[in-house]
DNA sequence: ATGAAAGCGCTAACAC
DNA sequence: GTGTTAGCGCTTTCAT
């Protein structure tokens, strides 16, 4: 590891024969600078591989060129795509990336939100299950840009991208009432707390009324986001002698939980039970029989959040708090069509 | 957005009626300082939520608390995985992560290494399918301590963090053959190049004449490690009735692929053909049949890495520029136990 | 158009 | 033990 003292401004200002504020202007393009000069400190800067130093840099403009990024999952599907638009897009704008991870811990929440604090990031973009009250109130003392994507935003004044939920959980209901299903339960699966789901289950009951058909408690099963909760909840409810002939799940990995939890109680997918998901994760699309879905636009999630993000930065206006990304109905073989 | 001012140390010491200095002594525990004063600059420091601003830190002190990550897809579970264990690791010694994604790309991979440059990372951990030589030279030149997680690691002098890739695979096949199996497929994926999955094909090649089986070319697939791929190679391969009474796939993804293929084929995992697989990511538990596969310790691997390298900046010794670890085989359903 | 100099917030000699 | 001061590498007035 040999050390080698990187080339500074100064350095440059010296081969060049110039003071470091013309270089500095060079560099930034700030100032007009006379052309002859100009080549020869921009050839000094090739030859020498100087890079301007960012701390030394931020330390003066307060500008980081960074954005904070807190998920609560690294490993879930979900976070990995949006961190996915995220990394793409700040990476148009020049922006770099400090990560965070909270497991969706609360404490850990608000631990990465000074770190990256302290780190001086420019904005933050946080993913969240469920946004926590205490968490938005920190954000907000910092005074620092953030917006949030979740599907729980909307009980916050904040900025934040999500999809529209409700519509999308009753759009796949009517899609499943349209086959000719006539007992749909319901897998509402949540991550922290009941409310996150909330909407789902209000999308799920507006088509229902739509369609006379009665709601029924014993069809709306509550569980965990694992896939052993989704399907320990289904086995249950078959055991329990509750058989409706449409499962509608609020996530894909529940979706699947089902589908081999009917399996194993004998039940074919979809011939005897028709079996919908929420995400369109990549396994969907492998699964077999392959998992009918509402897709979501993960990486435009990530996407959207940070262009409004770089937005604020600048100062420049957002037109609406919230934006919400339109969903779309996957059609694929977990599903049958009762009609025929 | 209120635009609040931070604390500076300047205003701690005049709050607190001493000089810079002494705050700086206080917040860093650098030398002594009389009890009484400190802890009236503590006071202080609690009181306005004074924090230390790590830029200004860094410029003088060189160290920027920051960690270079650069994985190839995020999506993937194989870098998630990995970067959960970086992010965990780096967390503990009060490192933070700065994210960049390549998608594999060479020129993507050089602009991160010069992007993370500057940004004055002191180490970077770079997770890769196959290593590029020009990549490493350019790493090299930084003179910034760098870890490479990758099978391909050992065509190089890096210093790396990978799993016994061969070994692995000779385990995988034997355990196959000890199951009885007579023709055992190999589905070789590769992310770029051929190179590197030899190490799995050598593998297999071992046990296979260590049983005095005879290596039959035609039963190795070569194939991309999309999912698609892995389905039509395997479905190439059956229609071409070559029907093998195994298939080992060298991932995951290629073997759920195989035991699709299989199916649509009207072959039934694991009765007529038994698959294993590679990488153990989570899917392999909840498809069905679960998959016997070889588990990587995934975590563990971005947990070393970030061990190594943190003693690389900080100067210690490393024992072994190579580092190893253990793999194991997971016995699930796709496998069946021909000697009954 | 260019240079000199101040200063961003902090650490680390160096004095006392 | 504590204060003074010189930078770290850069941008940005303010002169010239």
Redesign the interface.
């Known amino acids: 590891?040999?050390?080698?003292k990187p080339t500074t401004i100064k350095d440059v200002a010296k081969k060049a024969g110039v003071s470091i504020s013309t270089v500095s202007r060079v560099i930034n393009d700030s100032k007009p600078v006379t052309s002859e000069v100009k080549q020869r400190v921009l050839d000094v800067i090739k030859e020498t591989g100087y890079?301007?130093?960012?701390?030394?840099r931020?330390?003066v403009t307060k500008k980081?060129q960074l954005l904070g990024v807190i998920v609560p999952e690294?490993?879930?599907?979900f976070s990995?795509?949006v961190?996915?638009g995220i990394?793409?897009v700040s990476k148009m704008y020049n922006y770099?990336?400090?990560?965070?991870?909270t497991y969706s811990e609360r404490e850990l929440e608000i631990k990465s939100i000074?770190?990256l604090?302290?780190?001086?990031v420019e904005a933050m973009i946080i993913v969240s299950w469920d946004i926590d009250e205490h968490t938005v109130e920190v954000m907000k003392n910092t005074?620092i840009?953030a917006i949030y994507i979740s599907k729980t935003a909307r009980d916050f004044d904040i900025y934040s991208v999500s999809t529209q939920n409700e519509p999308a959980a009753k759009d796949m209901t009517q899609y499943l009432i349209d086959k000719a299903h006539k007992k749909i339960a319901l897998v509402a699966t949540s991550h922290m707390q009941e409310n996150e789901v909330d909407q789902r289950i209000a999308g799920y009951k507006v088509a229902l009324e739509k369609n006379n058909m009665k709601f029924d408690e014993n069809l709306v099963i509550h569980c965990g986001s694992s896939?052993s909760d989704g399907y320990d909840s289904v086995k249950n409810m078959l055991e329990s002698n509750i058989i409706p002939d449409a499962i509608f799940a609020t996530s894909d990995?529940a979706a699947?939980?089902a589908i081999?939890a009917c399996?194993d109680s004998g039940y074919n997918v979809p011939n005897d039970i028709s079996v919908a998901g929420f995400n369109d994760i990549?396994?969907s699309?492998?699964?077999?029989p392959k998992l009918t879905t509402v897709n979501q636009p993960l990486f435009d999630l990530g996407a959207v959040a940070t262009r409004v993000v770089i937005k604020?930065i600048n100062g420049e206006e957002i037109e609406e708090k919230r934006v919400e990304l339109p969903y779309s109905i996957i059609e694929r073989e977990s599903v049958l069509d009762r009609n025929k």
């Open positions: 590891m040999s050390i080698k890079v301007p130093n960012p701390l030394a931020s330390l980081s690294l490993t879930d599907t990995a795509e961190l996915n990394e793409e770099d990336i400090l990560l965070a991870n000074n770190i604090r302290a780190k001086q005074g840009p896939y990995i699947i939980a081999n399996f990549k396994l699309k492998v699964y077999r604020m």
